[in-house]
T-cell receptor, first 113, second 116 residues
Framework: QKEVEQNSGPLSVPEGAIASLNCTYS??????FFWYRQYSGKSPELIMF????GDKEDGRFTAQLNKASQYVSLLIRDSQPSDSATYLC?????????????FGKGTHLIIQP | GAVVSQHPSWVICKSGTSVKIECRSL??????MFWYRQFPKQSLMLMAT?????????EQGVEKDKFLINHASLTLSTLTVTSAHPEDSSFYIC????????????FGEGSRLTVL
């Protein structure tokens, strides 16, 4: 049974600070890792994906992957009130897109002005 | 990026009626599409995998006779909720993968179903 675990929060971070979101997964065969942002009542939108150990940066977002520890994180620098949302971690076992993704329950992030 | 369109975005129906939700990939072909359901404050739960030209694959606990899936073409999958009941009220989201190394999923806008 593939599992993806996230702290549901809410995680409250002051505006301008770094928000750190964490995710662990149980299946060592997982090859691709995704962070989605979901605003209330909306469908998820992709922020980043990562499949190699280490860091991947895109603007204010940095994804970090440690396959040995089965741990993936998302850092949001200079956090803004518009970053307030639920962040979903997802993993793909095959890496080829054919098997769908397994999602965590999401972390509710609140950026305080 | 790739676009997946879902329709309708919200629907209200009476108990016992059937509701059809469409999911289209607008600028790419999708031999596979996924249907998720999300209850308030819960995570996305995969219901079924829709396969073009063959039967859908349902997740454990999802009634195939109640949630009919048809993948008629490389750009269209439909989910029909038959004999809907209030407990079927939920947010239904389709997605299609961009096949390749990343396995990235593109999501439709979602369809909010309310069964009275």
């Amino acid at each position: 049974q593939k599992e993806v675990e996230q702290n549901s929060g809410p995680l409250s971070v002051p505006e301008g600070a770094i928000a750190s979101l964490n995710c662990t997964y149980s299946d060592r065969g997982s090859q691709s890792f995704f962070w989605y942002r979901q605003y209330s009542g909306k469908s998820p939108e992709l922020i980043m994906f990562i499949y190699s150990n280490g860091d991947k940066e895109d603007g204010r977002f940095t994804a970090q992957l440690n396959k040995a520890s089965q741990y993936v994180s998302l850092l949001i620098r200079d956090s803004q009130p518009s970053d307030s949302a639920t962040y979903l971690c997802a993993v793909n076992l095959s890496g080829g897109g054919a098997d769908g993704l397994t999602f965590g329950k999401g972390t509710h992030l609140i950026i305080q002005p | 990026g790739a676009v997946v369109s879902q329709h309708p975005s919200w629907v209200i129906c009476k108990s016992g009626t059937s509701v059809k939700i469409e999911c289209r990939s607008l600028d790419f072909q999708a031999t596979t599409m996924f249907w998720y359901r999300q209850f308030p404050k819960q995570s996305l739960m995969l219901m079924a995998t829709s396969n073009e030209g063959s039967k859908a694959t349902y997740e454990q606990g999802v009634e195939k006779d109640k949630f009919l899936i048809n993948h008629a073409s490389l750009t269209l999958s439909t989910l029909t909720v038959t004999s809907a009941h209030p407990e079927d009220s939920s947010f239904y989201i389709c997605s299609a993968p961009l096949v390749g190394l990343s396995g990235e999923l593109f999501f439709g806008e979602g369809s909010r179903l309310t069964v009275l």
